[in-house]
């Protein structure tokens, strides 16, 4: 089993920026595919980003490219998201998301990919 636990996030207004962390435990593996998704009030949970191949692809959801940005440092088992220029639309509660594999192919966006969930870090952007 892996356990994901989120930490960060928070309060912040629209423009300003955040990080988000997520700690692994249990049998990790720096191979695992991770990823960020994301659930706004009312919504149903969305892909965010996620690294997959060890680290030699990275995706984004088109909402999010070029404000978040994805990371990874395996000697700690952590896995970040680093959040800038942030907009109200953004608040949702976060959730890191782990798969036993290395490779995602075209599913690298799909939730039924990732076994593994922590149990959310809400952000809430205010205007």
């Known amino acids: 089993q892996v356990q994901l636990v989120e930490s960060g996030g928070g309060l912040v207004q629209a423009g300003g920026s955040s990080r988000l962390s997520c700690a692994a435990s249990?049998?990790?593996?720096?191979?695992?595919?991770t990823g960020w998704f994301r659930q706004a009030p009312g919504k149903e949970r969305e892909f965010v980003a996620a690294i997959c191949e060890n680290g030699g692809r990275i995706y984004y959801a088109d909402s999010v490219k070029g404000r978040f940005t994805i990371s990874r440092d395996n000697a700690k088992n952590t896995l970040y998201l680093q959040m800038n220029s942030l907009k109200p639309e953004d608040t949702a509660v976060y959730y890191c998301?782990?798969?036993?594999?290395?490779?995602?192919?075209?599913?690298?966006?799909?939730?039924?990919?990732?076994?593994?969930w922590g149990q959310g870090a809400q952000v809430t952007v205010s205007s």
């Open positions: 998301a782990a798969a036993a594999a290395t490779y995602c192919g075209n599913r690298y966006s799909r939730q039924e990919l990732y076994g593994y």
């Open positions: 249990g049998r990790t593996s720096s191979s695992y595919a």
